[in-house]
């Protein structure tokens, strides 16, 4: 079993910056797991964010994130970071952290087995 645990989230205004966090433990990860972040806004379907290698060397990113998040890790057994800058009322949703037990990252949701239970980020105009 994995558990993942987020943290960071609130209510910002635009323009704003935040950083979550997740905390990743459990017997079942290990350091080869490939990490995410995903969200789901009002009324939405729950979309890929970003992503990180098991070994933090490669990152992908949705386009409309992509030059204003940064996601990192140091190794598996420090959080993964999404550093958000220049919040955007689009960008208000729940945050969820994901886990693979591979090396390589995914877009997709059904490929990541191990889900946190979110963290809420309310962005104001």
């Known amino acids: 079993q994995v558990q993942l645990v987020e943290s960071g989230g609130g209510m910002v205004q635009a323009g704003d910056s935040l950083r979550l966090s997740c905390a990743a433990s459990?017997?079942?990860?290990?350091?080869?797991?490939?990490m995410a972040w995903f969200r789901q806004a009002p009324s939405k379907e729950r979309e890929f964010v970003a992503g990180?290698?098991?070994?933090?060397?490669?990152?992908a990113y949705t386009d409309s994130v992509k030059a204003r998040f940064a996601i990192s890790r140091d190794d598996a057994k420090k959080p993964l970071y999404l550093q958000m800058n220049n919040l955007q009322p689009e960008d208000t949703a729940v945050y969820y952290c994901?886990?693979?037990?591979?090396?390589?990252?995914?877009?997709?949701?059904?490929?990541?087995?191990?889900w946190g239970q979110g963290t809420r980020v309310t962005v104001s105009s």
């Open positions: 994901a886990a693979r037990p591979n090396f390589v990252v995914r877009t997709t949701e059904r490929d990541y087995d191990s």
């Open positions: 990180i290698t098991w070994n933090g060397d490669s990152t």
């Open positions: 459990g017997r079942d990860f290990s350091s080869t797991y490939a």
